[in-house]
């Protein structure tokens, strides 16, 4: 019996910096496609290193960018990643034993190991941040949201015991810059969806994200590093909340 296929959709934007090592943690993949959105860097040149698989379109939002590449894919089962992520060696392996198997469940999730200033950041919430990622073609897609979209399978949903290595934040700039542009499509995605926002979401909210990191969930136990993380996260949370502020007073006016 012939071992299912497997594609891997890696979706990107001037990710020339951290996209080959995420490739390269998935060059033993059957099918291997990248999503490009007119990147300005080297991405594309990088991404045709590894597959001629490499399709260049214009950006159309999260989850629609990524239910594209699902759509390209041939394989038996996807594995979906962000350019900033890594499959471990002993995540391929256990998602090798997947495959051999061919299930038993329509799709996995993995527990990501989040990475900060070079260190695994293993409180505050932030591991074991299970994520849905590998599924059997045509079970799942990505749910419409303008920013941390989802997975939806049909089907029953287990859990792989290897880690998916994220290197997201490359340092508080890299942060700051990234939590602008989600915070901006969160902000507009509250609004359309009718919430209230008060004038409390400006101070509750980010308060209790920050205590929710850093005291409940032991983000003091990962030092620096646990601090500035919380502190951070809240203040994602309070642009978040001024900025749909800002937009439901434009709309009274």
Known sequence: MTRPRLSVVVVTLNE??????????????????????????????????????????????????KNFGLAEAGGDWILSLDADEQVSPELRDEITRVLAADGPHDGYRAPRRNIFWGRWIRHGGLWPDWQLRLFKRGRAWFGERAVHESVAVTGSVGRLEAPLVHRSYRDVSDFLARADRYSTLAAEEWVRSGTRVRVSDLLLRPAGRFLSMYVLKGGCLDGRRGFLLATLYAYYVFIRSAKAWELREKDRH
Do not use: H
């Not at 990147?39 to 989850?63: C, H, L, M, N, Y």
């Open 16 to 65: 020339e910096e951290r996209l080959r090592s995420c490739l390269e943690s998935v060059a033993w993949a059957d099918e291997l496609i990248v999503v490009d959105a007119e990147s300005q860097d080297k991405s594309v040149q990088i991404a045709r290193e590894f597959t001629d698989r490499v399709i260049v379109r214009p950006w159309p939002g999260f989850a629609a960018q």
